[in-house]
């Protein structure tokens, strides 16, 4: 009957349908039944095969192991040996941080004896990563007790792929866990990592460096405290990217002394603390520096010094849009904490004026210099006698034609004519209308909501109004998101591709997703946006015919790649054959042949992208820079700056210089203004800039050389005779009234240096 039971327990054991709650139980019987000694290997046994059936181990199994080990005058070292067959199985890595940490006991207590722990139970532990809700801190704490580390440090294990290898193996699967409500959640690493990295420092010193930011999820982060003590005892970290896990300064093990200290780490340390207090993004949830949350540490001290001393240099002389940028920015960080230890910044402050940033962005160039007539009429006549405001204004695409449209009128236009214009009537209550104009009729669309279904009717039949998908309703050329305006008109100017089919004049199906477009003029290409996720909607080849997507690829300009160590932002990635009206165009072309190769790092933020130009230019720019989704390089009139234009609400033109930021300005049915506030009324999406021509080059070239001196008395004036008066040979009157428009913009940053100066003052 005896050998029954334990048969039957063992084979319930092994095929996994042994539950831990009749463990205590079974226990029970084995004592009362068996002896001392053969009840304890009897455990040791079953133990071992429900491992074997996939269970794992329960908390207490070490426990239970020792008061039978106990009761039969057994030693530890057998609970060992089961505890070593126990974890050898791979339920063994499901095993809890209770079940370790009561583990730790006998091997404690046996290598404490002076008895060292078999090998082959040794390499168990060492290649275990335990999964599940841990950071690892159980196991490794068992890896010390049990003389693992020890071992790993003298040569006598040797971890799969190397020591190096097995720390990067250790952040890897702890980086990150799951959090309670679904996705993963970032975790700080377990002190004893750090006493594991001291023990192991010789071995790591003498291998390949290790990769702290990965994980097993798309996420990247890194410990600053592991960072910091890898840094003190020379042990070479991998390059990567991710933000930085920092503990609260009263829970923290190390000063990060050393890690605040590292030209490169010490940048990303005070960054990860500013971004941590302040909530980061658009929205300040709070005042403060990295000081604020990391006091003591004089190293970090001048982190934030830098910080301070660059925002008060871009307010100097950056470019303007930095300027109010930093200005902003300065009014976040200088909270009490920081100015109790930056007690220079005040003073500093009360010396500023940003006429220097004012006459860098006027020598740089200035975007009211770029009009194009047709557009600038357009919207002078729908919004005459102040019937709207330029900002209400929509654009549709139908390249290279485009229609401008306010709730009443519509007119369409290309380089060099206007097209056609029709009045046009939508519901009070809709919102703003998209309009195209295809083969001699307007495509008019609305939505009674925002993120609603559409309805539509051609302007030749107006009575006849059809229902609309959403996604037939064309994404909203303009939103920071959306298209850059490539939409092209077939080749017999007679449709519209939406990049799977052709809409024609009369049909009622609206605008599909791929509003993306690639074109050389004889063949097109088409995607949908953010598709990342999904290559079926990635870029390919369709037929100019029908519209029917083809295979995956993209145009020859492309080929061989993004440069090494970067991936194509698809969204951003243009070519088109420009009308020959454009052939003069700011963003530039090779043979007629216009478009951008846009690359970044990654697609997360942040991240550093290349952009290049058909005519081989070229340009740099980074998040830090303050750029979103670069999409081509401008150049302006008359000697001004090259650099990377970017984002569509609002615009932004960094000078390729040095990246700073000169301007912004804001794109059409623009929720969000730039400083300049319409400055030469709102600009057109980013496939028409090619359309833009400089307005008048005599005063282009007066901009450009502006020193502080003449800023300064701009500032003073802010109105366009006085432009005139100081600049005479500005004579166009938007551009004097844009370079009017700069001065007030930065005299209204003149006016909030003086009030923060008074502010941190007291």
Request: charged content about 25%; aromatic content about 8%.
């Amino acid at each position: 009957m005896t050998d029954a039971v334990l048969d039957e327990a063992r084979k319930r054991a092994r095929a996994g349908r042994f539950p831990g709650k009749e463990i205590a139980g079974h226990v029970r019987w084995l004592r009362a039944e068996l002896g001392a000694l053969e009840a304890y290997a009897e455990f040791g046994e079953f133990s071992v095969a429900r491992a074997q059936g996939g269970a794992a181990p329960p908390p207490d199994l070490a426990r239970r192991l020792r008061t039978l080990g106990k009761a039969a005058g057994a030693g530890v070292g057998e609970d060992i040996r089961v505890l070593g067959r126990v974890l050898g199985e791979r339920s063994g890595r499901e095993a809890s941080d209770g079940f370790f940490d009561e583990a730790v006991k006998p091997f404690a207590a046996y290598v404490k004896d002076g008895q060292a722990v078999e090998q082959a139970v040794l390499e168990r532990l060492v290649g275990l990563f335990p999964e599940g809700a841990t950071d690892g801190g159980a196991w490794l704490r068992l890896l010390l007790a049990a003389g693992a580390v020890d071992a790993v440090a003298e040569g006598r294990v040797v971890p799969v792929g190397g020591v190096a290898g097995w720390v990067s193996s250790y952040t890897k699967q702890y980086n990150y866990t799951r959090a309670s409500g679904g996705g993963v959640t970032r975790q700080p690493l377990p002190g004893e990592l750090l006493d594991v990295v001291r023990a192991l420092a010789p071995r790591l010193r003498a291998e390949k460096p290790v990769v702290l930011h990965e994980s097993r999820y798309t996420y990247a982060s890194r410990d600053a405290q592991l960072m910091d003590i890898c840094l003190e005892l020379d042990i070479r970290i991998a390059e990567g990217f991710g933000t930085l896990k920092i503990p609260a300064q009263a829970d923290a093990r190390r000063d990060l002394r050393l890690l605040a200290a590292h030209p490169v780490y010490g940048r990303r340390l005070e960054a990860d603390l500013y971004e941590r207090v302040s909530g980061g993004g658009s929205f300040r949830r709070h005042s403060g520096s990295a000081l604020t949350l990391w006091q003591g540490t004089p190293e970090l001290d001048e982190r934030v010094a830098e910080r301070v001393r660059g925002h008060l240099a871009d307010i100097r002389g950056g470019g303007l849009a930095r300027a109010g940028d930093s200005l902003t920015e300065l009014g976040h960080l200088l909270d009490e904490a920081t100015l109790a230890v930056l007690d220079w910044a005040p003073e500093e402050l009360a010396r500023l004026s940003p006429a220097g940033a004012l006459a860098r962005t006027l020598r740089g160039g200035l975007p009211c210099e770029l009009g194009w007539p047709e557009l600038d009429e357009a919207v002078a006549e729908l919004c005459a006698d102040g019937a709207c405001e330029p900002r209400e204004l929509t654009v549709g695409a139908v390249w290279p034609g485009l229609t401008v449209a306010s709730r009443t009128r519509a007119i369409a236009i290309e380089p060099g004519r206007r097209v056609a214009e029709s009045a046009i009537e939508i519901p009070e209550d809709a919102q703003p209308p998209t309009v195209r104009y295809i083969d001699g009729a307007f495509l008019v669309s609305w939505r009674e909501e925002e993120y609603g279904p559409g309805t539509g009717y051609w302007s030749d039949a107006p009575e006849e109004t059809f229902a609309l998908s959403r996604s037939d309703h064309g994404d909203a050329i303009g939103s920071l998101y959306g298209p850059l305006g490539y939409q092209f008109a077939t080749i017999d100017g007679a449709g519209l591709f939406d990049g799977t089919r052709v809409l024609r004049r009369g049909e009622r199906y609206g605008l599909g997703g791929f509003a993306q477009q690639l074109s050389d003029g004889q063949r097109f290409w088409s995607s949908e946006l953010h598709h990342e996720r999904n290559a079926d909607k990635g870029w390919a080849e369709f037929d100019p015919d029908t519209g029917e997507r083809g295979e995956p690829g993209l145009p020859d300009f492309f080929a061989g790649g993004p440069p090494a160590g970067h991936i194509w932002d698809s969204d951003r990635l243009s070519l088109a054959r420009l009308p020959e009206a454009a052939h003069g165009s700011p963003l530039g072309h090779r043979d007629g042949l216009a478009g951008f190769r846009v690359s970044c790092t990654r697609v997360q933020v942040p991240c550093a992208y290349t952009v290049e130009g058909t005519d081989g230019r070229r340009a740099e720019a980074a998040t830090a820079d303050g750029v979103l989704r670069p999409w081509g390089v401008l150049r302006m009139p008359e000697g001004g700056a090259q650099g990377v234009v970017a984002d569509f609400r609002p615009i932004s033109f960094c000078d390729g210089e040095d990246r700073s930021r000169l301007w912004s300005v804001p794109g059409f049915a623009s929720a969000r203004r730039g400083p300049f506030a319409l400055l030469g009324g709102p600009m057109p999406p980013p496939a028409y800039w090619h359309f833009l021509r400089p307005r008048d080059a005599a005063s282009s070239r007066a901009l450009r050389g502006v020193d502080e001196a003449r800023a300064e008395a701009l500032m003073a004036a802010g109105t366009a005779d006085a432009v005139r008066e100081l600049l005479p040979d500005v004579r166009d009157p938007r551009i004097a009234e844009g370079v009017a428009e700069a001065a007030r913009v930065a005299a209204g940053f003149l006016r909030g240096v003086r009030e923060l100066a008074e502010k941190v003052s007291r």
